[in-house]
């Protein structure tokens, strides 16, 4: 049986937790692409992926939380927090609504708009 695209885009933010960078990339079409509301237009989905790792280096961990999905037969739609624990102690989460466009089973698009939370002090 197929997996649920709505389970395949949970377990590409599981991948980006644990910086298996090359899975991720891996549930991708050879032409996916990456926008973001950060005015930089849509990416590559290698390209996106290398931004996020050199992100990723500077947290000490993080963590996907999903508040909502919705899914059709090829998208999905979900809304989701983006936990981070800093490697200076802080933690700060980023908001966003998350937009998965699948094709034969594969990541082709993904879209996100995205807003950060006020960091909050070490305890």
């Known amino acids: 049986m197929e997996q649920n695209i709505g389970d395949k885009a949970i377990e590409f933010l599981r991948f980006l937790e644990i910086y298996d ?9 050879d032409t996916a692409a990456v926008w973001q509301n950060d005015g930089k237009g849509a990416q590559a ?3 996106s992926l290398e931004h996020f790792k050199s992100f990723a280096a500077t947290v000490g961990s993080l963590r996907y939380d ?3 999905q ?8 979900q809304q989701q927090v983006l936990r ?3 490697a200076d102690g802080s933690r ?5 609504a998350v937009y998965f466009r699948f094709d034969g ?3 082709d698009r993904i879209e996100e ?5 006020p960091t909050d002090k070490a305890s």
């Open 45 to 47: 989905i290698g390209e």
């Open 92 to 96: 700060r989460e980023a908001h966003a």
């Open 113 to 117: 708009a995205v807003y950060t939370v």
């Open 70 to 77: 919705f899914q059709n037969s090829n998208e999905v739609l």
């Open 21 to 29: 960078f090359s899975s991720a990339q891996a549930m991708c079409t």
């Open 84 to 86: 981070l624990d800093m």
């Open 66 to 68: 999903i508040i909502r």
């Open 105 to 107: 089973g594969l990541i």
